[in-house]
């Protein structure tokens, strides 16, 4: 009965390793951009503070049309999280 217990776990292993390795190969959607004020929310700083740190280089941002927008995976880097549902403090 060991036996037969140890192939079926190892069996099951198996299928969720494979599961696994399914689910991160799998592509993830488009970076969702956030405004300036959303992204400083996330952050917690304030615009003025956001924009210096775009300007020092040490947080992506993209430009579309005149407006200054800043993709989720550059605060993901930043910060290691991000939930843009959930802001740090209200917005003004």
């Given at each position: 009965m060991t036996s037969r217990l140890d192939a079926a776990l190892a069996e099951l292993a198996a299928a969720l390793r494979e599961e696994v390795r399914v689910e991160l190969?799998?592509?993830t959607g488009p970076d969702r951009?956030?405004?300036?004020?959303?992204?400083?929310?996330?952050?917690?700083?304030g615009?003025?503070?956001?924009?210096?740190?775009?300007?020092?280089g040490?947080?992506?941002?993209?430009?579309?049309?005149?407006r200054r927008?800043?993709?989720t995976s550059?605060?993901?880097?930043r910060t290691g999280t991000v939930d843009p549902a959930?802001?740090?403090h209200?917005?003004?």
């Open positions: 190969a799998a592509p951009l956030l405004s300036i004020r959303e992204a400083a929310d996330v952050l917690g700083i615009r003025t503070a956001l924009y210096g740190e775009i300007g020092a040490r947080l992506r941002s993209v430009t579309v049309g005149r927008l800043v993709p550059a605060i993901e880097q959930r802001p740090s209200p917005s003004a």
